[in-house]
């Protein structure tokens, strides 16, 4: 029986294509895992080259009847977005990448501090993306090679982000898929009216062998270096 899941508000319909956008463009053939509880959805995605796994989560306005936990083709979950309607039809499954068995552990998270401010978090993509194309221009012809490329990538982005462990990779990426921006003012107002608090800002979070990156629109977790261990699956409720 095909699921049909309706969100909390078109906004929420919004930022989910968005998102699903986002990780086709970098991979048409992009997989989600979905894992929905209650009233929220979770769809973890995997974009390729940056080495992180990102989250979104969406509310929904009527709780699912049944736990729901399958991998899909983003691509598919795209198509089937009505956000005028604020409603998606769950795909059929597909047989996932490796690391759809591989999410962040469901609890005991903890808070780290040394995270910088959301300008300075912009200011340091930014100039790493600056510095990766001028030392790209400034390669010789003969050494212009993906290899190269790749060895200068691998440099500049697992540099840690201020005073933090976290690789510069895992801000690159959440600012690429639209998790570091303002809030919306609409998202602001509805938790004022409803007497709920505002979303949380970003925050650097720790829990096993993962960090991860929380921003109001998203997460974006990776494994510490050479970490390992057994993971479960990462709790479904609001980011």
Known sequence: MTEQLRFADSGEAA?????LGRLV?????AAVRLQAGGGALAVFGRPPSFEVLAVRTVRLAVPVSTPLDLTVSAGEFLESVDEPAAAATVPGPVTGPPWTGVLPPRGGWSRLPGLPAPGAIAAAVAAAVAEFRARDEALPPQHRTRSERDRIGREIWSR???DTDLPLRVAHAAQSLGFLRPVRAAVTSTAAASGSAAPDPEALLSAGSWLRLRTP?????????G?????????VRPV
């Open 15 to 19: 930022d989910l294509a968005a998102f």
């Open 25 to 29: 463009h970098y991979d048409r053939a």
């Open 160 to 162: 840690p982000l201020g």
């Open 217 to 225: 629109y998203g997460s974006v977790a990776t494994r510490r270096p």
């Open 227 to 235: 970490a390992v261990g057994g993971l479960g699956a990462l709790q």
